[in-house]
């Protein structure tokens, strides 16, 4: 099968929540050719079939190749799903390193990027007006990707979701409510889609985590 094509069958089974076989797809397309798409991918699966610091390393090894592929919105989508992951298991250390490091890598002050950092900016804030100038930054990145008709999805969400209030009051994502809440394959931009980068992960992953470290 292309890589292409498998790409495209590995994104159909992580929104049908077929984990185990969306991991087979990525890990035979990883076989043929190392790519930050293919890294992403097992990532997701690895991650949701409870293998958490697999998926975890996976897709840290997305977030290289992205950023040296100068794909900055998906670098930085990735990079702070990355620092999310040790903020929840009590890693604050770890989250506030991986979120700089995402923010040295995603320098372009146009890259849509920026507003996965702010929102994750928003999440560390420790003072209300903090946590509302870095919300105002990722809906004023948002309203100027949406406004140019951007075909990015990621950008439209960041809007929606930093209006939520942060960080304890994210809802609990089953692998049911994950894949009813995502687009469909036919998008334009299909990484896109997880609702899981942002509302991920569920409590349970995170707990079972937490008890391996």
Same mark, same amino acid.
């Given at each position: ?53 697999? @998926?975890?390393? $996976?897709? #840290? %090894? =997305?977030?290289? /190749?992205?950023?040296?592929?100068? !794909?900055?919105?998906?670098?930085? &989508? ?36 920026? @507003?996965?950092? $702010?929102? #994750? %900016? =928003?999440?560390? /804030?420790?003072?209300?007006?903090? !946590?509302?100038?870095?919300?105002? &930054? ?39 409510? $994950? ?5 469909? /394959? ?28």
């Amino acid at each position: 099968m292309p890589s292409g094509e498998e790409r495209s069958e590995g994104l159909r089974l992580l929104e049908e929540a077929q984990w185990a076989a969306a991991r087979d797809v990525f890990q035979a397309s990883l076989e043929e050719e190392e790519t930050p798409d293919a890294h992403d991918g097992i990532g997701l699966a690895l991650y949701f079939l409870g293998e958490i610091d697999e @998926g975890i390393a $996976a897709r #840290e %090894r =997305a977030f290289e /190749a992205y950023a040296q592929a100068d !794909r900055c919105d998906e670098a930085a &989508r990735v990079g702070v799903w990355v620092s999310h992951q040790y903020l929840l298991s009590g890693r604050t250390s770890a989250a506030r390193g991986w979120l700089a490091r995402v923010d040295r890598a995603v320098a372009d002050p146009d890259c849509e990027g920026q @507003g996965w950092i $702010a929102i #994750e %900016r =928003a999440r560390h /804030a420790e003072s209300f007006e903090e !946590r509302a100038e870095h919300t105002r &930054r990722a809906m004023a990145i948002a309203r100027r990707a949406c406004s140019a008709r951007s075909s990015r999805l990621s950008a439209c969400r960041a809007r929606s979701i930093a209006t939520q209030p942060w960080p304890s009051h994210f809802a609990p994502v089953t692998a049911r409510s $994950a894949r009813a809440s995502q687009p469909r /394959a036919a998008d334009a931009r299909p990484e896109s889609r997880y609702w899981c980068d942002t509302h991920t992960p569920t409590r349970a992953a995170s707990s079972q985590r937490s008890a391996r470290t």
